[in-house]
């Protein structure tokens, strides 16, 4: 089990960036391919983000194609979304999780809040 913390929320106005960490530990997140998700208030979970473990492959939710970029650095045991041109139904909590070998995702952070005011 990987033991996952998520960092880099915040409060910032429409148009502006951050850039979110997924740190983890108890083992190395070199082997897996990594997931970022979202769950806006009354909605449900949605994906965000997909690389793969070696970070050549990515993919995107339409709405954040363009201005989110997904990406890791295995060295440092992390994987990061950078988050550009940020509108306000970007506000959500954002989790991180690892891609299982039966394609579900697990060992969930606890989330990090981002909130974009308009």
């Known amino acids: 089990q990987v033991q996952l913390v998520e960092s880099g929320g915040g409060l910032v106005q429409a148009g502006g960036s951050l850039r979110l960490s997924c740190a983890a530990s108890g083992r190395s997140l070199g082997t897996y391919n990594m997931g970022w998700f979202r769950r806006a208030p009354g909605k449900d979970r949605d994906f965000v983000a997909f690389?793969?473990?070696?970070?050549?492959?990515?993919s995107y939710a339409d709405s954040v194609k363009g201005r989110f970029t997904i990406s890791r650095d295995n060295a440092k045991n992390t994987v990061y979304l950078q988050m550009n041109s940020l509108k306000p139904e970007d506000t959500a909590v954002y989790y991180c999780?690892?891609?299982?070998?039966?394609?579900?995702?697990?060992?969930w952070g606890q989330g990090t809040q981002v909130t974009v005011s308009s």
């Open positions: 690389i793969s473990s070696s970070g050549e492959s990515t």
């Open positions: 999780a690892v891609r299982s070998w039966d394609s579900t995702w697990r060992d």
